[in-house]
């Protein structure tokens, strides 16, 4: 079982800048996977930005380029991102997400989802 512990949310002015971490612990192996979502009222879920583990580039939706930096300490089993200049469209309830192996040599892969950190971005 993994948890995935969120914070840095919060109430910011346009413009302004948070960053959101997101701790995992429990029993697995390794994390193989690494990303931020976030869902608004009413709308879907959609991927913020992600990284695989074993690779060197990062992934990030179209609307928070250049703006949004995702990045990882490996030995904190901890993922970060870094959001400036932000917008009020960036208001949403923001999620990680992992995929970790359970054991070494295992085939099996297992995501789980934090409880979410809310982020408001004022006009």
């Known amino acids: 079982q993994v948890q995935l512990v969120e914070s840095g949310g919060g109430l910011v002015q346009a413009g302004g800048s948070l960053r959101l971490s997101c701790a995992a612990s429990?029993?697995?192996?390794?994390?193989?996977?690494m990303g931020w979502y976030r869902q608004a009222p009413g709308k879907q879920r959609e991927l913020v930005a992600d990284?695989?583990?074993?690779?060197?580039?990062?992934n990030y939706a179209d609307s928070v380029k250049g703006r949004v930096t995702i990045s990882r300490d490996i030995p904190k089993n901890t993922v970060y991102l870094q959001m400036s200049s932000l917008k009020p469209e960036d208001t949403a309830l923001y999620y990680c997400?992992?995929?970790?192996?359970?054991?070494?040599?295992?085939?099996?892969?297992?995501?789980?989802w934090g409880q979410g950190t809310q982020v408001t971005v004022s006009p």
């Open positions: 997400k992992v995929v970790v192996k359970p054991e070494r040599g295992s085939g099996r892969m297992y995501q789980y």
């Open positions: 429990g029993s697995f192996f390794a994390i193989n996977y």
């Open positions: 990284l695989i583990t074993s690779g060197s580039s990062a």
